[in-house]
């Protein structure tokens, strides 16, 4: 485990722990009278006088102080030195990153990455935007090797659904001593969990829609670096392309931060305890959680993060009737795509067509919420013992 970063507090020279940035940032100044919570600022324009134009804001398409709440919050927590960027989606901040590719330069990227991110990039690559080389992002001699003829090196870690983990100071440092650009997608982890900008990366995509606003409501995302020539090409990217959040998703996914640390402490304990008990169960072949020792990710995750997240991914004995038959049986459980929510989901990936064909058919992606761990448990061990083997 790596140490918990203190962070310089807002409104005064105090660092703070991030579980405390959580709850504090992104709040009005703290004088007499001040409203405790940020406002949801709805406007398209901004007052100018004199003739001149105000410096950053000018129009609803550059900039929201909603955003920048949330933006605040985000970079602290990931330990940049410059605000975050918000979009209006995990994916529209991924395309505004990989418009940091030069024409035709060559990206490199796991073959189980997010299978919308997949999706994106074979459209850029259809057409002639860029290349493609994917590895199996465990392998770290792979993902070197890789690199001599790349211009981005993109990562996720742990990956959507496989749960491999990526040796991130390694690779970041290789990407580095090659001159590649290197991006995260930390949408799994969380800054709570693992902070890629302290391992070298240039920059860090979230989608916010996941543990960050953690209510299934909203839709967002965001990127972070520390570089300011890369976050004005970002941002410059983002104005242009009109890829901006609505301010009160914004404002919802703020609201849903201030208890990331207490969800994502109970969902990992939950997810941890219950990815011990499917090890057990005979009517799963495989479980894959970087918590569990003898995970192939274990030791990595251990070093590198702090905590292992709140994905489990099983494989049920059974065909692909049987297991489809038991998603559908759930009671506590939602058969639902996406993760990250105070309600589990569960969710066999393949049924998504663009679904990577070495991700296994039956593969389960569980998405551990914080439900009281035996209602879940009995959930899924009905369902399971049900499977005809
Ligand atoms: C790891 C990961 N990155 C990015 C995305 C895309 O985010 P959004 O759905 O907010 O566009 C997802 C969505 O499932 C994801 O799981």
Not at 224 to 251: C, M, N, Q, Y
Request: glycine share 8%; hydrophobic share 45%.
């Amino acid at each position: 485990m790596t140490a918990r970063p203190e962070i310089p507090s807002a409104h005064g020279s105090a660092t703070l722990r991030p579980d405390t940035v959580v709850v504090s940032g992104g709040r009005p100044a703290p004088e007499h009278d001040a409203p405790v919570g940020p406002s949801i600022v709805l406007t398209s324009t901004y007052r100018g006088s004199g003739g001149s134009v105000p410096a950053d804001r000018a129009y609803g398409r550059y900039s929201n102080p909603t955003w920048e709440d949330l933006e605040d919050v985000l970079a602290r927590l990931e330990q940049a030195q410059l605000p975050a960027l918000a979009y209006a989606s995990g994916l529209a901040a991924i395309a505004s990153v990989l418009a940091l590719v030069p024409v035709g330069g060559r990206l490199v990227m796991p073959r189980h990455s997010y299978q919308g991110s997949l999706a994106l990039v074979a459209d850029l690559e259809s057409r002639g935007m860029l290349t493609v080389g994917t590895v199996d992002v465990a392998d770290t001699e792979e993902v070197v090797a890789a690199l001599d003829s790349a211009d981005m090196l993109w990562l996720e870690s742990p990956t959507n659904p496989m749960l491999e983990v990526a040796d991130l100071p390694a690779l970041l440092a290789a990407a580095r001593a090659r001159g590649v650009l290197t991006c995260v997608d930390n949408t799994f982890a969380t800054p709570l969990l693992q902070r890629p900008l302290e391992h070298g990366a240039d920059v860090v995509v979230h989608s916010v829609t996941k543990y960050l606003a953690g209510h299934s409501d909203v839709v967002l995302g965001a990127a972070v670096t520390s570089d300011p020539a890369l976050r004005d090409r970002l941002k410059g990217h983002r104005t242009l392309h009109g890829a901006i959040p609505g301010p009160f998703e914004a404002w919802l996914a703020l609201r849903g931060m201030r208890t990331l640390a207490l969800r994502v402490e109970r969902s990992a304990a939950t997810a941890g305890e219950l990815a011990r008990r499917l090890r057990q169960h005979p009517a799963v072949l495989e479980v894959r959680y970087p918590g569990l020792p003898g995970d192939p990710g274990h030791e990595r995750a251990a070093a590198q993060m702090d905590g292992f997240g709140s994905v489990v991914a099983i494989v049920p004995a059974g065909d692909v009737a049987a297991v489809e038959a038991a998603v559908d049986g759930v009671r506590v459980w939602t058969p639902a795509t996406s993760l990250g929510g105070v309600e589990s989901l569960i969710e066999r990936r393949r049924r998504h067509h663009e679904e990577p064909r070495s991700v296994p058919e039956t593969l389960l992606r569980l998405s551990v919420g914080i439900e009281n761990v035996e209602d879940l448990w009995e959930d899924l061990d009905r369902v399971l013992s049900g499977i005809d083997r």
